[in-house]
């Protein structure tokens, strides 16, 4: 089983900063990663799909990258709209979740 | 657009079953992969079950298997979760998902529906 390690569990920044949301798996999975966004009350949205790829219709301050086993997701200048949970995915082996990043804005 | 609609869930007591149902549309059904994720309150994303697009190739999750059984209809655009010996820790919002083309990620998302199980 491929073990998803997310850091940090919570990130509290203001408008306009930059974000760097970290994804740590057990073993390597080459670039078989995705992130999602969940803000409350909704279901997850793609965000990034194959470490890199934008999913259709997010913004161009989405960015993903990474390989093997350390994956991050930047978002260049935090929005209001982006507090939500973060979560990264792997479908190398199966598929499992890292347990999310919570992303406060101030 | 995508779409697609949970239904089926609801409060039972411990050891009873369960049949979720997802009806899609909005995309050619037959020719994707579809899931089922789970989120129990307050905590994160599970991924459950996959059946691929003819319903021959079908995977779970160790926490779930031979007590769930994910099923398709294609003719029906619809998507099936059989939950069986139900228990406390199944408690949670129940998701079908689309795979994306050829893939793993799970591109469309249900709105979900709530199971309870408690006695």
């Known amino acids: 089983e491929i073990v998803l390690t997310q850091s940090p569990a919570t990130l509290s920044l203001s408008p306009g900063a930059r974000a760097t949301l970290s994804c740590r798996a057990s073993q390597s999975i080459s670039n078989y990663l995705a992130w999602y966004q969940q803000k409350p009350g909704q279901p997850p949205r793609l965000l990034i799909y194959?470490?890199?790829n934008r999913a259709a219709g997010i913004p161009a301050r989405f960015t993903g990258s990474g390989s093997g086993t350390d994956f991050t997701l930047t978002i260049s200048s935090l929005e209001p709209e982006d507090l939500a949970v973060y979560y990264c995915?792997?479908?190398?082996?199966?598929?499992?979740f890292g347990q999310g990043t919570k992303l406060e804005i101030k | 657009q995508v779409q697609l609609v949970e239904s089926g869930g609801g409060v039972v007591q411990p050891g009873m079953s369960l049949r979720l149902t997802c009806a899609a549309s909005g995309f050619t059904f037959s020719q994707y992969g579809m899931h089922w994720v789970r989120q129990a309150p307050g905590k994160g994303l599970e991924w459950l079950a996959v059946i691929w697009e003819d319903g021959t190739n079908i995977k779970y999750a160790d926490s779930v298997k031979g007590r769930f059984t994910i099923s398709r209809h294609n003719s029906d655009k619809t998507l099936y979760l059989q939950l069986n010996s139900l228990r406390a820790e199944d408690t949670a919002k129940y998701y079908c998902a689309k795979a994306r083309y050829n893939s793993g990620d799970f591109d469309s998302w249900g709105q979900g529906t709530v199971v309870i199980v408690t006695s």
């Open positions: 194959d470490a890199s």
């Open positions: 995915q792997q479908r190398f082996s199966l598929y499992s």
